[in-house]
């Protein structure tokens, strides 16, 4: 829109009223015909058409400078108001549908950051109760009332379903979840949508370090033994805890990602996860005999079909593994991530180094392999504090001093 100033026909007076012309461009009428589309705002401002004195001349200055004041005035509200109504268009807007176009881009990466963001999305859902949430609803308070319903209301999916005990999402899930919330609004901020994030103002939930639970091998060769009343669990498990994969990975594991590559050696080929670079993590597993033996390649089918037929992630089988863990003599809470961790912890034990441990598990960062050494070194601290004294009889021959008292042995 363009704004100018025009002096309109002089009266009986020979004064002439300015007043704004507002020009929109060029529009169509019901004729075809193509003409300017304007508008006229009169001003209570008058020029002398023909000034004779030096006061007249004055004074048609001051009006002009008036009616350019005007104009400027006008253009200044005219770009706010473009704005404000704008922003009051993004502002209501759907944020569900923003978030779900977020999550869509997050599918053809890792498998488990993308269920999160689903997940994440559901828990958003649920909390607010409503078919739709715009931006405009999200504020400090509606941030703080879902930070509150994450680590107080939900119930893990598989605890309600059986109703066997009422129970919170862990901590270290919630976080997870309200990080990706923030990550969306903040994503919202930087493309403009929103002009305050209110995220900045809500407090994180702070993520625990959490007891990783593995099993020795010992426990793997009992549970082995054990019966498992699914067995695609009990293989896809056990392939779990000698190859280290995911359960999102064995889950989708197909059988043209596995090559015999030598007459009775396979491997596995696959896009483990997306990159933060943007390429694809390509992975070539070799898999030992142990796991080669669960693929039951006797029954294989074709290429796309995959490998553990049957296998599902929901409450029946999460029961189902600990209930085998049971009658394996096992009493630690036993989940399918265990056999990813038994596998990390067995391949140190065995002198694998970090770096190459961290490559087998496909882990773009070095710092979330290092969770595994950490374990390894509480286990020799415990170790080393439980070693037997077995020179308590000699300390005064040695004539050092009484590791429970302190004071030096007599010579």
Not at 177 to 188: G, S, W
Not at 316 to 327: D, E, H, I, K, T
Request: glycine fraction near 6%; charge should be positive; charged fraction near 30%.
């Amino acid at each position: 829109m363009k704004v100018s100033v025009n002096k309109r026909n002089p009266n009986s007076k020979g004064l002439q009223q300015l007043r704004l012309v507002y020009y929109y461009g060029v529009v169509e009428g019901e004729d075809g015909k193509k003409r300017p589309k304007r508008d006229y705002e009169p001003l209570e401002l008058y020029v002398y058409q023909s000034p004779k004195t030096q006061a007249e001349r004055q004074h048609n200055k001051e009006m002009l400078r008036q009616a350019e004041a005007a104009r400027s005035a006008r253009l200044v509200e005219s770009h706010a108001n473009k704005f404000q109504l704008e922003d009051r268009v993004k502002l209501a807007s759907s944020f569900y549908e923003y978030y779900d176009r977020l999550t869509s881009t997050k599918e053809s990466g890792s498998t488990s950051n993308y269920s999160i963001w689903v997940s994440a999305g559901k828990h958003l859902r649920s909390y607010h109760g409503r078919a739709e949430l715009t931006f405009e609803e999200i504020d400090k308070k509606f941030l703080e009332g879902f930070r509150k319903y994450l680590l107080e209301e939900p119930l893990t999916k598989s605890k309600s379903e059986l109703a066997v005990l009422t129970a919170k999402l862990a901590k270290n899930t919630a976080s997870s979840y309200f990080n990706k919330v923030r990550a969306a609004l903040n994503e919202a901020y930087r493309e403009g949508i929103i002009r305050d994030n209110p995220v900045q103002r809500v407090k994180s939930v702070k993520a625990e370090n959490t007891k990783r639970t593995y099993l020795t091998l010992d426990e793997v060769r009992a549970m082995t033994k054990a019966e498992c009343r699914y067995d695609v669990l009990k293989r896809a498990f056990l392939f779990s805890c000698t190859t280290g994969l995911r359960w999102s990975d064995i889950n989708k594991l197909t059988w043209s990602e596995i090559e015999e590559f030598e007459p009775g050696h396979y491997r596995i080929i696959f896009d483990q996860q997306k990159l933060k670079n943007g390429g694809n993590s390509l992975v070539y597993l070799d898999l030992p005999d142990s796991a080669v033996t669960l693929l039951n390649i006797q029954n294989k089918e074709g290429p796309d079909d995959r490998v553990f037929v049957g296998l599902k992630y929901n409450s029946y089988m999460n029961v189902a593994l600990l209930q085998w863990a049971m009658r394996a003599g096992i009493t630690k809470h036993v989940t399918f991530h265990a056999g990813r961790h038994t596998f990390a912890v067995a391949q140190l034990n065995r002198g694998v180094d970090i770096y190459s441990l961290s490559r087998l598990l496909g882990h773009s960062e070095l710092r979330t392999t290092e969770i595994y050494a950490d374990i390894l070194e509480s286990r020799r601290v415990t170790a080393m504090r439980s070693f037997p004294d077995i020179f308590e009889e000699q300390a005064k021959e040695f004539g050092s001093c009484c590791p429970h008292c302190g004071q030096q042995a007599n010579p």
